[in-house]
C-alpha cells in the first residue's frame, strides 16, 4: 500500500520482521491475556510475590483548571485516584472524552475490595459488542455499564446527570440531542470538544438498586464501548500494576524487550481561525525541530474578504503549507469528518498530489460505503478509527477496506487493555495503528505506552503548541528531543510522576 514517499520506513528484512513484528505482537497478545503473569514475568518474579493489589480506596481530586488551556472542552479537573492495600495508587483523568458522572460511586460498588489480579483480567477479555445505536451511534439507557450509582440519594444524582446532552458522532459543530435516558437515571456521556471531536454516547447506569448488578464486572462475550468509567479504571490499574514490578507499562505490554524508546513526533495543529494562520503556524513548528506537521483545518476562510466554501479555502491551506516547508517535510490533514463524498474526493486527489502523508477522518465514521469508496480511489492512506467504539466495529471496517490505517483514542475502547487489544487487530491485519494523542499529561502517557508497546506505531501525534498539553501538578511535559522524537519514559507505571505539592495547590476539594 502507498504510504507517500516521505512516511518514515523501516528497513526490515523477512527473519527481523518475523522476529520483532510478529514476537512484539505474540507479547503484547500475552500481557492482555495475562497481565499480572507478563508483569511478574518482566521482573522475573511470581505473581504471588506482588504486593497486595487489593483495591482499598477509591478518591477524586477535584482541581481548578483556571488559566489552563483545555485541548478538550469537556476536562472537568477530576484526577481520579486508585489505592491498594499496599499503598500503590493508580491515577488517571476523567472528563477529557465524556464527563463521566457518577465515576466516584460507581467505582465503590465496583473496584473497593476487589484485587486487581483478578480483576484486570476481567476488564481485558470484554469484546466490546456493537451497539444497538450502530456504529460510532449514541447511545444511553437503562441497564447500561457505565456508571451505576450506589448508596443513598446516588440514583438521584446520576438521573440529574444524565440530563446533560448526549453527543452525536456527527461532524464537528453537530447538534446535540438530550439523552432520552435522563428519566430512567442513565448517565449518557458524550465525547466532544477539542476543535469539534464529537463522539458517541455511552450507556449509564441505572439507580442505587440495580448498583451491584449493573456494574459487575463484564465475562467474555459482553459488554459495550464506549465504557468511560471502566476505561478509566483500566488505565488506574495498569498505572498500579507498572508501580508494583517497578516497570513503565509500555515495558510490560513488549514482554520485557520494548523495540521502541522514542518515537518520532509531529506538530499537530489547532483549528485555527483564517487561513492565513497556517503558514506560520508551521514554519513554527519546523524552526522548533518537529519533522511533520498535522493541518486541522478550521473554517477555511481568508482574513478578509466575502465567504468562500470551507473546503476550498481548505485546499489552499493545503497548497500554501506545502509550498512554505518544501517537498520533504512530512505532512497530513485531519479535517476531523468535516467533508461530504465530493469534498473529500477533491482534497484526497491535491492531498495525493503533493504528496500528504495521510488524510484522516474524511467523512463521517458512519457512512462506511464512502470511506470505502474513497479507500478505493485514493492512494493516499485513510486514517479512520477515532470515531469507532467497538473491536466489532474496527473488524468490520478493516475486513470491508473502509480504513489504510487503524487510529484510535484508548478512551473510547477500553482503555489500555482494549487499545491493545485493537493495535494488534491492526498488526494482524498487515495495517499500521496510529493512536491519538490530544489531551493532558495522562491521556498523553497513556496513548504513548500503547505507541511504543505496539509493533505497528511509529508515529507520536503532539498538539500544538505543546505546552497546551501542561498541567501544573505534573513537572514532566511533553517535549521533543533535538532530533525531533519524544523519550519514552522510564518511572514505573505510567511514568510521569505527580508533583504532589503542586496537586494540593490546586486541588479545590477531594471526594470519597
Given at each position: 500500500?502507498?504510504?507517500?514517499?516521505?512516511?518514515?520506513?523501516?528497513?526490515?528484512?523477512?527473519?527481523?520482521?518475523?522476529g520483532?513484528?510478529?514476537?512484539?505482537?505474540?507479547?503484547?497478545?500475552?500481557?492482555?491475556?495475562?497481565?499480572?503473569?507478563?508483569?511478574?514475568?518482566?521482573?522475573?518474579?511470581?505473581?504471588?510475590?506482588?504486593?497486595?493489589?487489593?483495591?482499598?480506596?477509591?478518591?477524586?481530586?477535584?482541581?481548578?483548571?483556571?488559566?489552563?488551556?483545555?485541548?478538550?472542552?469537556?476536562?472537568?479537573?477530576?484526577?481520579?485516584?486508585?489505592?491498594?492495600?499496599?499503598?500503590?495508587?493508580?491515577?488517571?483523568t476523567i472528563?477529557?472524552?465524556?464527563?463521566t458522572?457518577?465515576?466516584?460511586?460507581?467505582?465503590?460498588?465496583t473496584?473497593?475490595?476487589?484485587?486487581?489480579?483478578?480483576?484486570?483480567?476481567?476488564?481485558?477479555?470484554t469484546?466490546?459488542?456493537?451497539?444497538?445505536?450502530g456504529?460510532?451511534?449514541?447511545?444511553?439507557?437503562?441497564?447500561?455499564?457505565?456508571?451505576?450509582?450506589?448508596?443513598?440519594?446516588?440514583?438521584?444524582?446520576?438521573?440529574?446527570?444524565?440530563?446533560?446532552?448526549?453527543?452525536?458522532?456527527?461532524?464537528?459543530?453537530?447538534?446535540?440531542?438530550?439523552?432520552?435516558?435522563?428519566?430512567?437515571?442513565a448517565?449518557?456521556?458524550?465525547?466532544?470538544g477539542?476543535?469539534?471531536?464529537?463522539?458517541?454516547?455511552?450507556?449509564?447506569?441505572?439507580?442505587?438498586a440495580?448498583?451491584?448488578?449493573?456494574?459487575?464486572?463484564?465475562?467474555?462475550?459482553?459488554?459495550?464501548?464506549?465504557?468511560?468509567?471502566?476505561?478509566?479504571?483500566?488505565?488506574?490499574?495498569?498505572?498500579?500494576?507498572?508501580?508494583?514490578?517497578?516497570?513503565?507499562?509500555?515495558?510490560?505490554?513488549?514482554?520485557?524487550?520494548?523495540?521502541?524508546?522514542?518515537?518520532?513526533?509531529?506538530?499537530?495543529?489547532?483549528?485555527?481561525?483564517?487561513i492565513?494562520?497556517?503558514?506560520?503556524?508551521?514554519?513554527?513548528?519546523?524552526?522548533?525541530?518537529?519533522?511533520?506537521?498535522?493541518?486541522?483545518?478550521?473554517?477555511?476562510q481568508?482574513?478578509?474578504?466575502?465567504?468562500?466554501?470551507s473546503y476550498?479555502?481548505?485546499?489552499?491551506?493545503?497548497?500554501?503549507?506545502?509550498?512554505?516547508?518544501?517537498?520533504?517535510?512530512?505532512?497530513?490533514?485531519?479535517?476531523?469528518?468535516?467533508?461530504?463524498?465530493?469534498?473529500?474526493?477533491?482534497?484526497?486527489?491535491?492531498?495525493?498530489?503533493?504528496?500528504?502523508?495521510?488524510?484522516?477522518?474524511?467523512?463521517r465514521?458512519?457512512d462506511?460505503?464512502?470511506?470505502i469508496?474513497?479507500?478505493?480511489?485514493?492512494?493516499?492512506?485513510?486514517?479512520?478509527?477515532?470515531?469507532?467504539?467497538?473491536?466489532?466495529?474496527?473488524?468490520?471496517?478493516?475486513?470491508?477496506d473502509?480504513?489504510?490505517?487503524?487510529?484510535?483514542?484508548?478512551?473510547?475502547?477500553?482503555?489500555?487493555?482494549?487499545?491493545?487489544?485493537v493495535?494488534l487487530?491492526?498488526?494482524?491485519?498487515?495495517?499500521?495503528?496510529?493512536?491519538?494523542?490530544?489531551?493532558?499529561?495522562?491521556?498523553?502517557?497513556?496513548?504513548?505506552?500503547?505507541e511504543?508497546?505496539?509493533?505497528?506505531?511509529?508515529?507520536?501525534?503532539?498538539?500544538?503548541?505543546?505546552?497546551?498539553?501542561?498541567?501544573?501538578?505534573?513537572?514532566?511535559?511533553?517535549?521533543?528531543?533535538?532530533?525531533?522524537?519524544?523519550?519514552?519514559?522510564?518511572?514505573?507505571?505510567?511514568?510521569?510522576?505527580?508533583?504532589?505539592a503542586?496537586?494540593?495547590?490546586?486541588?479545590?476539594?477531594?471526594?470519597?
Amino acid at each position: 500500500m502507498y504510504r507517500g514517499k516521505n512516511q518514515v520506513k523501516q528497513n526490515i528484512s523477512r527473519r527481523n520482521f518475523l522476529g520483532s513484528s510478529a514476537g512484539f505482537a505474540a507479547a503484547g497478545l500475552a500481557a492482555v491475556a495475562d497481565p499480572i503473569g507478563a508483569a511478574a514475568q518482566t521482573v522475573g518474579v511470581k505473581p504471588g510475590d506482588l504486593p497486595d493489589l487489593t483495591i482499598k480506596e477509591v478518591k477524586i481530586y477535584v482541581t481548578d483548571l483556571t488559566g489552563i488551556h483545555k485541548l478538550n472542552t469537556t476536562e472537568t479537573g477530576e484526577l481520579i485516584s486508585v489505592v491498594t492495600n499496599s499503598g500503590i495508587e493508580g491515577n488517571y483523568t476523567i472528563g477529557d472524552r465524556s464527563t463521566t458522572p457518577g465515576w466516584l460511586n460507581w467505582a465503590k460498588s465496583t473496584l473497593v475490595g476487589k484485587n486487581i489480579m483478578d480483576i484486570l483480567p476481567t476488564y481485558t477479555s470484554t469484546t466490546g459488542m456493537k451497539g444497538g445505536g450502530g456504529f460510532g451511534g449514541g447511545r444511553g439507557g437503562g441497564g447500561g455499564r457505565g456508571a451505576a450509582a450506589a448508596g443513598a440519594g446516588a440514583g438521584a444524582a446520576a438521573a440529574a446527570a444524565a440530563a446533560r446532552p448526549a453527543a452525536a458522532a456527527a461532524a464537528p459543530g453537530a447538534a446535540r440531542a438530550a439523552a432520552p435516558a435522563a428519566a430512567a437515571g442513565a448517565a449518557g456521556g458524550g465525547r466532544g470538544g477539542g476543535g469539534g471531536r464529537g463522539g458517541g454516547g455511552m450507556g449509564g447506569g441505572g439507580g442505587a438498586a440495580a448498583g451491584a448488578q449493573e456494574t459487575a464486572l463484564l465475562a467474555r462475550g459482553g459488554g459495550t464501548w464506549p465504557n468511560y468509567y471502566t476505561a478509566a479504571a483500566d488505565v488506574c490499574m495498569w498505572d498500579i500494576l507498572g508501580k508494583a514490578v517497578n516497570q513503565p507499562i509500555y515495558k510490560i505490554l513488549s514482554g520485557g524487550t520494548p523495540t521502541k524508546t522514542r518515537l518520532m513526533a509531529y506538530a499537530s495543529s489547532q483549528h485555527l481561525p483564517t487561513i492565513e494562520d497556517y503558514v506560520p503556524d508551521v514554519l513554527k513548528a519546523k524552526a522548533q525541530g518537529f519533522r511533520g506537521y498535522k493541518i486541522h483545518p478550521g473554517g477555511g476562510q481568508h482574513a478578509t474578504g466575502p465567504a468562500i466554501p470551507s473546503y476550498i479555502g481548505h485546499m489552499e491551506e493545503i497548497r500554501t503549507v506545502r509550498a512554505a516547508v518544501g517537498e520533504e517535510f512530512v505532512l497530513m490533514h485531519d479535517p476531523v469528518q468535516q467533508y461530504n463524498r465530493y469534498e473529500a474526493m477533491a482534497v484526497g486527489r491535491l492531498l495525493e498530489e503533493l504528496n500528504y502523508a495521510w488524510f484522516e477522518d474524511p467523512i463521517r465514521s458512519v457512512d462506511q460505503e464512502g470511506l470505502i469508496e474513497l479507500q478505493r480511489e485514493l492512494s493516499v492512506p485513510l486514517h479512520v478509527g477515532e470515531f469507532l467504539f467497538s473491536i466489532a466495529d474496527f473488524a468490520d471496517y478493516i475486513k470491508k477496506d473502509a480504513l489504510g490505517v487503524v487510529r484510535l483514542i484508548a478512551d473510547n475502547v477500553g482503555g489500555i487493555s482494549g487499545s491493545m487489544r485493537v493495535g494488534l487487530l491492526a498488526d494482524a491485519h498487515g495495517l499500521e495503528c496510529t493512536p491519538h494523542n490530544w489531551g493532558n499529561v495522562p491521556d498523553m502517557a497513556l496513548h504513548f505506552h500503547v505507541e511504543l508497546a505496539l509493533p505497528n506505531s511509529w508515529w507520536f501525534e503532539m498538539p500544538f503548541p505543546a505546552e497546551y498539553a501542561d498541567r501544573p501538578y505534573f513537572k514532566y511535559q511533553f517535549r521533543i528531543d533535538k532530533d525531533g522524537y519524544v523519550p519514552a519514559p522510564t518511572d514505573p507505571g505510567l511514568g510521569y510522576p505527580i508533583d504532589r505539592a503542586a496537586l494540593d495547590k490546586i486541588t479545590t476539594r477531594i471526594d470519597r
